[in-house]
């Protein structure tokens, strides 16, 4: 099964990247899905290295190194 996962929102604005890699990370951990993570507009921003995430927010950029291991993350 192939998945293609849009990001459009700002990585700490909202909780929707945060909930769209949490997905794609539990999908593409199974042997037969293939997990593909566009980043678009704001989403763009979740791919900035070494990030300084604010006190008690997730790291977007460690979710999408997870991903990008295992499937494919295009900007």
């Known amino acids: 099964m192939n998945y293609l996962f849009i990001?459009?929102?700002a990585p700490y604005g909202d909780e929707?990247?945060?909930?769209?890699?949490?997905?794609a990370f539990s999908l593409?951990?199974?042997a037969e899905v293939h997990v593909r993570?566009?980043?678009?507009g704001d989403?763009?921003?979740?791919?900035v290295a070494r990030q300084v995430t604010?006190?008690?927010?997730y790291n977007i950029?460690?979710?999408l190194?997870?991903?990008a291991r295992r499937g494919a993350v295009a900007t």
């Open 7 to 9: 990001i459009n929102n």
């Open 28 to 30: 593409a951990k199974r």
């Open 43 to 47: 989403g763009v921003l979740c791919a």
């Open 61 to 63: 950029e460690r979710m």
């Open 37 to 40: 993570v566009f980043l678009m």
């Open 16 to 23: 929707r990247p945060y909930n769209a890699l949490r997905l």
């Open 65 to 67: 190194k997870s991903i």
């Open 54 to 57: 604010p006190n008690g927010y």
